[in-house]
């Protein structure tokens, strides 16, 4: 559930990536991603969880030495989980530390990491008036995280480096995403380039486009296709999850509780629970 939901947030996993280690592993000796190592160091910390019926597990903050420091539950929203991790760091300061490598970064790398730590006011303190392409995405970035997608415009326009173009077309896309154009949201992801960094997602948003037009068919086999043509990726998970949700049948107090039934599911799994999907509501 976490992986198609909050752990699919590009803030989420930036945060994780920079402050923590992430790591998951199966409570079952026998499952898919099976670490007796991992699962020990864990049921020393939490005996409930060595069991042989455990409740749906929580996401625990640890430190090396196996001390829990803050914990989110297995169906929190990004929200309740990005609280989780920022409450982690504020009341643990010193792994919230900047490492010695953190103060030798340039401008634009400085702002990449501050960015990546929800200080989106340092990021533009440490640009300043850094004229660079990179320097112009990043603040274009940061405007649109706050909806301001004008002077996203106006600071995306700036960058000529045809390395970043990819990102400028989808940053730019959410413009339509946020409006509800769902037809110019099809229109400019359906021809994103292959082989993008951000082909993924621009896969995946054009599905959306298709599923708020009706198109549930269209956008299944797009969904479908991406998940076919990828594996370890935070947006085949959302992928997947949409593909299950659109699926589900709903009514009468039918609601299906697991995407492994009726071969829902185009990865074979099973733990989306019935939730709705935020991306699949009526805008």
């Not at 000796?29 to 409930?48: C, N, Y």
């Not at 002077?151 to 000529?160: F, P, Q, R, Y």
């Amino acid at each position: 559930m976490l992986r198609a939901g909050p752990l699919s947030d590009e803030r989420v996993c930036r945060l994780i990536n920079r402050r923590f280690v992430p790591f998951a592993f199966d409570l079952s000796s026998r499952g898919f991603l099976a670490d007796r190592a991992g699962r020990d160091f864990v049921v020393k910390a939490r005996p409930d969880y060595g069991g042989g019926s455990v409740a749906t597990p929580e996401v625990l903050l640890m430190t090396p030495e196996g001390k829990v420091v803050a914990k989110a539950s297995n169906y929190a929203s990004t929200e309740q989980l990005l609280a989780v991790l920022r409450r982690a760091l504020k009341q643990n300061a010193k792994f919230a530390q900047a490492a010695a490598v953190e103060k030798k970064l340039t401008a634009e790398d400085r702002a990449e990491y501050l960015i990546d730590l929800l200080d989106d006011a340092g990021a533009l303190k440490a640009l300043g008036k850094t004229d660079s392409a990179r320097a112009h995405y990043l603040r274009g970035r940061i405007a649109r995280w706050k909806g301001d997608f004008d002077a996203m415009d106006a600071h995306t326009a700036k960058v000529k480096d045809k390395s970043l173009w990819d990102d400028i077309l989808m940053e730019r896309a959410y413009r339509h995403w946020s409006g509800k154009a769902y037809k110019k949201l099809e229109q400019a992801l359906a021809s994103f380039p292959k082989d993008s960094n951000r082909a993924t997602e621009a896969a995946y948003h054009h599905g959306l486009a298709l599923f708020h037009q009706d198109r549930k068919k269209a956008a299944l086999k797009v969904w479908k296709a991406l998940i076919a043509a990828h594996q370890q990726d935070r947006w085949i998970y959302r992928a997947d999850w949409a593909v299950c949700a659109s699926q589900q049948k709903r009514g009468r107090g039918v609601v299906m509780m697991s995407s492994g039934q009726n071969s829902n599911s185009a990865l074979g799994r099973i733990g989306y629970m019935g939730r709705p999907h935020p991306d699949l509501r009526r805008r």
